[in-house]
């Protein structure tokens, strides 16, 4: 699928090469970001600033460093790979967050490790479902033509 999106934008084959990898791990960043944004919305919603500021520049100011880092070990690689590794590790650094939360509500309001639990469920149900949307949406789309 990525090689025939890559290839509507460009025919050269070296291009297309580096594209689809490129895509690919573009995509597989992006898995890891229903863990990162939401917890960061939650810690905007129950008024704590300093943690939500901390988690939303956690991202960007993971990469920076990243791409310099791996743009010189490894050269055009290293930059197509240094985003996913920032979504990655700030989706990993947002999990103790989401836990302290969760463990730090009383027993009446559902329980700590239940409202993780729950999180996770959601988290992995609204992925599954935006899967099978997108899904239909693209035989819908290329049904009609």
């Keep these: 699928m990525s090689q025939q999106i890559v290839y509507m934008f460009q025919k050269s084959a070296e291009v ?3 594209g689809v990898f ?19 919305m939650l810690y905007q919603s129950i ?27 490894w ?15 700030t ?4 999990i103790p967050f989401i836990v302290h939360f969760g463990v730090k509500l009383p027993v009446a309001a559902f329980g700590g490790v ?4 729950i ?3 959601m988290l992995l149900k609204f992925e599954t479902t935006k899967f099978e949307e997108y899904s239909a949406n693209s035989i819908l789309c290329s049904s009609k033509t």
Aim: include cysteine; proline fraction near 8%; charge should be positive.
């Design 22 to 40: 490129a895509l690919r791990c573009a995509v597989t960043g992006t898995m890891f970001l229903p863990l990162s944004v939401p917890v960061n």
């Design 47 to 73: 008024r704590k600033p300093g943690v939500s500021s901390v988690l939303s520049i956690l991202r960007p100011g993971l990469f920076i460093p990243i791409l310099m880092i791996t743009e010189a070990a």
């Design 119 to 121: 999180f996770i469920f």
């Design 75 to 89: 050269g055009i690689t290293g930059i197509q790979i240094s985003q996913p590794i920032a979504d990655m590790l």
């Design 114 to 117: 239940y409202v993780v639990l």
């Design 16 to 18: 297309s090469r580096i």
């Design 91 to 94: 989706g990993i650094i947002s």
